[in-house]
């Protein structure tokens, strides 16, 4: 477990006390939740690391369907 020591924000503090009070949840489940929401990587962020992953992935022109059904469609338990 980390502690987070965060000085002069006291306005701040006001405004998630204020909201955790409103939502009905504690100072501490409100200021969690507004640090998640901080850290969490933004819809580019996202994007641009999948684009880093499928282009570690080389194209392949191998349609699957053909594959699939073969393999749905075979009898034999073991092959």
Known sequence: ?????????ED??????????V????????????LRKEVK?????VLAELDRIRAMTPY???????LIREDRDNDEPYR
Do not use: F, Y
């Open 23 to 34: 939502a009905g949840v504690s100072l501490n489940e409100i200021t969690r939740a507004a």
């Open 41 to 45: 990587p933004s819809k580019a962020e």
């Open 12 to 21: 701040v503090a006001r405004g998630l006390k204020e909201k955790a009070k």
């Open 60 to 66: 392949s022109p191998v349609d699957s369907t053909e």
């Open 1 to 9: 477990m980390v502690d987070i020591l965060v000085r002069d924000v």
